[in-house]
């Protein structure tokens, strides 16, 4: 319980740390946080060994557990007091079944490699499976728990606390705005998929409907893609996947529910949920040869979906909340490259 006894005098190191800047304001792509964002990518890669076509990215099941320790080792970016916080790789499951390698699953030998001993870590906060970013862990109970407070008061609050960096195939029409849908999950051919509602009744949200709420904003643009800021109001599975399908701007790298946009004749639209199934995202051949990849590579495209930000409350109640960041991953930022996509 060492942890939990400094954690006044740790929280202010972390944040010396970390170059974390206090702020009254909601996490967002601003100026400072932008260069701090870039210098810390620059002088610290925390990127796994990855293929050519997408430098950086973890391919599961292409490692062993003392493998998968390394990395989560290496991807470390800060630690203060019972606090660690990693720089997750996209496709690396933070949970799973009995017997899969997941992110919990090697807690036990993670805690011990950084000397942790019987103080065991525990997920306080992560981005979901597909999607890369910050992971904030904890050795001590009090610790977690007084941020998963804070994390869920926000969110009954309707105050964002974590900012996504996202690539979309599309621009979206508005440069800023939110996005609402009831959403539900269904067992489709033996996979949970996410599946909007239109008008939920009583009923439906009895049974499993939640109402969904996103705010965006369009960060950059060119090629006919977009980078955009996202910020969950609500929790739910591949939420944010599922609204920028709505927008009819799927994520780059989404194999999932970028089947659900048609185009014909340059005019997209919404398929039926009923009549389309999961699918390799097909690209253009004019943004294929803008990322350099050929059809079957871009089969193997992971999703541009990045935890770069997350709000935290301050070191004592009445202190302002603080941001911490993480660096894009190396594949995004070659993405951003090739498409001409500039924080501005």
Not at 53 to 75: K, Q
Not at 271 to 280: A, D, H, W
Not at 329 to 343: A, D, I, K, N, V
Request: glycine fraction near 10%.
């Amino acid at each position: 319980m060492g942890g939990c006894r400094v954690l006044g005098q740790a929280w202010g190191g972390w944040r010396r740390g970390l170059g974390i800047r206090a702020t009254p304001t909601a996490a967002g792509f601003g100026t400072k946080a932008r260069h701090q964002l870039q210098r810390r990518g620059a002088s610290k890669p925390s990127d796994p060994p990855g293929d050519q076509c997408f430098p950086g990215l973890l391919r599961p099941g292409t490692f062993s557990r003392e493998e998968l320790v390394d990395v989560l080792r290496a991807a470390v970016v800060d630690r203060k007091g019972p606090l660690v916080t990693l720089n997750k790789p996209q496709g690396l499951p933070v949970t799973g079944k009995p017997g899969e390698l997941t992110l919990l699953s090697v807690l036990p030998e993670l805690s011990r490699s950084l000397g942790l001993g019987e103080q065991e870590l525990q997920v306080v906060r992560a981005s979901g499976k597909e999607a890369s970013g910050l992971v904030l862990l904890s050795s001590c109970p009090q610790t977690a728990s007084r941020l998963q407070k804070f994390f869920a008061h926000s969110q009954r609050a309707r105050r964002p606390t974590a900012t996504y960096c996202a690539v979309t195939d599309g621009i979206p029409v508005t440069s800023e705005g939110k996005i609402q849908a009831a959403l539900k999950l269904e067992h489709i051919d033996g996979v949970n998929l996410v599946v909007p509602v239109q008008s939920p009744s009583r009923k439906d949200i009895m049974e499993g409907v939640k109402r969904t709420l996103s705010h965006f904003r369009v960060v950059a643009t060119g090629s006919g893609c977009a980078l955009v800021q996202l910020q969950p109001l609500t929790v739910f599975p591949n939420q944010l996947q599922a609204h920028m399908a709505l927008q009819l701007c799927p994520v780059l790298g989404d194999h999932t529910y970028s089947a659900r946009v048609g185009t014909v004749l340059g005019q997209r639209f919404l398929l039926p949920v009923e009549s389309t199934k999961p699918q390799r995202q097909v690209l253009d051949e004019a943004l294929l040869g803008r990322l350099c990849l050929t059809a079957s590579q871009a089969a193997g495209l992971p999703l541009h979906l990045h935890l770069h930000c997350l709000r935290l409350p301050g070191t004592r109640p009445r202190d302002p909340p603080t941001e911490l960041l993480a660096p894009l991953p190396s594949y995004f930022s070659r993405t951003l490259q090739c498409l001409g996509l500039h924080y501005q």
